[in-house]
């Protein structure tokens, strides 16, 4: 294996011992920079990942497959097929994240890493589920997939730098806190969504227009808890409470 901090590997999961590092070398963790991989992994690949790499920055796994094992790639967490585990890649320096095309569910604070600036996310993707982002203080864009139907309490909680994000219209709920103290966040279009849970956007202090659909059934208290929201164009057909008290 050469010197170069960038590498294409092809893995396959092994069932006693990391795959990843037989294909690598353990000798060459302390050189990755930027690291995709091919083929199947499962928590023995995961527990390098996290914990032998120093200088990982850049991970690309969209043609990987993530298969289950019994060994724990943290205290209490295996990998199971096709999902992105609790906390898998909140430990480490990882600036951007592809995550496998094929990964059908992230659960809670699978990403919650405030290193990362960049994620891509599954394209079959039905539910962001909670804390999964939360904390991630220098995300600044996330385009969520075309499927996404559920977004889970405080899953992008303190997402200080985030600027933009592109909500699919087949998105039916935001939970409680979800993006509470999104403090850069100017402007929402919630296209589809049926119900949004209280405290949803508290502390957004730069939002300023909200766009509401036809589709919205119930807003819960303190949703819009943020003291500069000016503009809210709502095209429901009935009536919908909105709670817009200024923020603390």
């Known amino acids: 294996m050469s010197d170069t901090t960038d590498y294409n590997v092809t893995v396959t999961a092994q069932e006693k011992e990391s795959g990843l590092q037989n294909v690598l070398g353990q000798d060459n963790f302390g050189k990755v920079v930027s690291l995709k991989v091919t083929g199947t992994i499962n928590s023995y690949d995961i527990m390098i990942i996290r914990n032998k790499m120093p200088y990982l920055h850049h991970l690309d796994l969209t ?18 097929d096709n999902v992105i585990g609790v906390g898998m890649f909140s430990k480490g320096k990882f600036m951007s994240v592809k995550l496998p095309k094929n990964a059908t569910r992230i659960k809670p604070r699978a990403l919650s890493n405030p290193s990362l600036i960049e994620v891509d996310l599954p394209v079959w993707l039905e539910s962001v589920e909670s804390n999964v982002f939360s904390g991630c203080s220098l995300l600044e864009h996330v385009k ?9 309490s405080y899953a992008f909680s303190d997402c200080s730098r985030l600027k933009d994000i592109e909500l699919p219209p087949t998105l039916k709920t935001i939970g409680s806190g979800a993006f509470s103290g999104c403090s850069n966040l100017e402007k929402i279009s919630l296209p589809g969504v049926e119900t949004i849970d209280g405290t949803a956007f508290s502390g957004c202090s730069k939002l300023t227009e ?8 119930s807003i819960d208290d303190g949703a819009f808890y943020c003291g500069n929201l000016k503009r809210v164009f709502a095209y429901t057909v009935e009536p919908c409470l909105l709670y817009t008290s200024p923020s603390p």
């Open 63 to 80: 043609d990987a497959t993530i298969v289950a094992n019994d060994f724990e790639y943290d205290e209490g967490y295996h990998t199971e």
């Open 144 to 152: 969520l997939p075309s499927m996404l139907k559920t977004i889970g």
């Open 210 to 217: 909200v766009r509401i659909p036809s589709t919205l059934k």
